[in-house]
């Protein structure tokens, strides 16, 4: 016998849009979670979605026999710009085979070890602007962890400078990305009626998709233009055939890609380093645990790629990170068959979108226990996080369709937060902050400002 799968209350037509917070959906999936538990469904614009929330049931959605990433809702609606770029391609469509084939080397840890001096390049940056502005300055970490990520992306992968920390406004791309991706999320829950009139919505949506199209088209005809030596991404794709099929990537392909990681390749590490800012400044001991560590293993010098390993607290510190705060929150699979969940509990019909609510799976009580909305980087180190039961810890997404990206962002969040800690002392601007949050296609924190003093003697 099977249970029923809980849902609210659903009027005709819209189903449950009406539950759905618009400006913070996230705030609304973990508000139905604690409500109804391990899982419940929704009904939007008459598209049944489920919900899982536990780790069990992560778990047994993570058999990828059973079940396949789908792109659906706002990530299919990222497609009008990304098409069937990696991230955004359905499993059956074969650019992502090709696309995943030649760009896997390129992103794998030997790769991304090449790229620690550009990415030092792009990082002194940040810490010389923090430097040079003072304590006197009102710093918005979110911008110029947005500033790196963008920057270091697109000068370690395409060896072409943002510079973004010479500008006072983020960069156009970014701006334009930034309103495209809350827009496609929106659009993913208003009926296409209504979506029709909205004229000037639909025009600015339009703007943005070729403001960054353009970029793309630019770095492309400027590298074909004045070809280089060097090995990056860029080059692969230009050049390289996979060795499956024997093709080349097309120029749309191209493009698409390319704007996929300089997407993908900001918005989440931007995330994440702003997100482990606030858990150290509202845990002081932990901050003095992490200087402490960092102070030992460096002292005055630069960073190396060799001390990362040393680094162990602040692994466990990105690790917890990740876990209260995964700026990818939510991803979609879907049964390749009629199936069940929970042993036989909960019947699901083939092809209905699950989605895997990372943000919550991350709280299970049954893994984390009861203080398992604390901050507290020690259970992710001696041996306690390899020791975890399997998926419980899901910031990278799962198997085939995983983060092409982990070893980059992981390497980028090295360097900078070993530098910034070393160098600076940091404070909130506003000490009784607490974490309010900013979503687009990711989390991320809204309204967080600090300060940011030169130590003495890391001049
Ligand atoms: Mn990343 C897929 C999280 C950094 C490029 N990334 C995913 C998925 C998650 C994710 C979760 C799976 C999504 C899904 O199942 O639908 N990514 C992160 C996080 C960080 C991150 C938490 C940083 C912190 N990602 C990066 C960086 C890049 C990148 C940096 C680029 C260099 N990510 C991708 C791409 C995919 C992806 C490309 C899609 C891979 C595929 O489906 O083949």
């Known amino acids: 016998m099977t249970t029923p799968i809980p849902q609210p209350p659903a009027v005709p037509f819209l189903g449950n849009v009406g539950t759905i917070d618009k400006e913070v959906p996230l705030d609304s999936f973990s508000l139905l979670a604690k409500t109804y538990g391990e899982v419940f469904q929704l009904n939007l614009l008459g598209q049944q979605i489920v919900f899982v929330a536990t780790r069990d049931l992560v778990n047994e959605v993570s058999d990828e026999k059973r079940f396949q990433k789908r792109v659906a809702g706002g990530l299919s609606q990222v497609r009008n710009l ?31 070890k090449n790229m620690m001096e550009p990415m030092r390049d792009i990082v002194s940056q940040l810490l010389l602007k923090w430097e040079r502005f003072g304590s006197e300055t009102i710093i918005d ?22 510079n973004s920390f010479y500008n006072a406004d983020l960069p156009p791309f970014a701006v334009a990305m930034a309103d495209f991706l809350i827009e ?31 970029l793309a ?4 005809a400027t590298r074909k233009e004045h070809p280089i030596e060097k090995h990056d991404l860029l080059d692969t794709m230009l050049n390289s055939r996979d060795p499956q099929t024997g093709q080349g990537m097309t120029e749309e392909s191209i493009a698409q890609n390319l704007m996929t990681f300089l997407i993908a390749g ?32 460096l002292g005055d010098r630069p960073v190396q790629y ?27 699979v879907m049964p390749l068959e009629d199936t069940t969940l929970a042993g ?36 992710m180190m001696d041996g306690k996080f390899e020791a975890l039961p399997p998926n419980a810890w899901q910031p990278f997404g799962y198997g085939l369709r995983g983060c092409i990206g982990r070893a980059f962002a992981w390497q980028e969040v090295l360097l900078v937060m070993s530098s910034v800690v070393q160098k600076f002392d940091l404070a909130l601007v506003d000490p009784s902050y607490t974490l309010q949050l900013k979503q687009t296609l990711t989390v991320k924190p809204k309204g967080m400002y600090i300060r940011a003093t030169l130590r003495r003697g890391r001049e």
Request: proline share 6%.
């Open 306 to 332: 060799e001390d990362f390993d040393k680094l162990t607290y602040l692994v466990a510190v990105m690790r917890e990170t990740l876990r209260l705060c995964p700026p990818a929150a939510l991803r979609t």
């Open 217 to 220: 088209q630019k770095i492309v």
């Open 82 to 112: 990304l098409g069937d770029g990696l991230f955004t391609a359905q499993p059956e469509e074969p650019n992502w085979g090709i696309a995943h084939r030649l760009l896997m080397p390129a992103f794998g840890t030997l790769a991304v």
């Open 184 to 214: 496609s999320g929106n659009r993913a829950t208003r009926p296409r009626v209504v979506q029709a009139v909205m004229r000037g919505t639909n025009a600015k949506y339009e703007m943005d998709i070729e403001t960054m199209r353009s």
């Open 141 to 162: 970490p979110s911008d110029d962890f947005t500033r790196v990520a963008f920057d270091a992306i697109s000068f370690c992968s395409m060896s072409y400078r943002m």
């Open 266 to 297: 900001h918005e989440t590490s931007s995330g994440m380093l702003t997100f482990m800012l606030y858990y150290l400044l509202k845990n002081p001991e932990k901050m003095r645990k992490l200087r402490a560590q960092v102070d030992e293993v």
């Open 344 to 379: 036989g509990k909960y019947a699901i019909r083939k092809g209905t979108p699950i989605r895997v609510m990372i943000w919550e799976m991350h709280r299970d009580p049954k893994v984390w226990g009861v203080d398992a909305e604390q901050f507290k980087p020690e259970r």
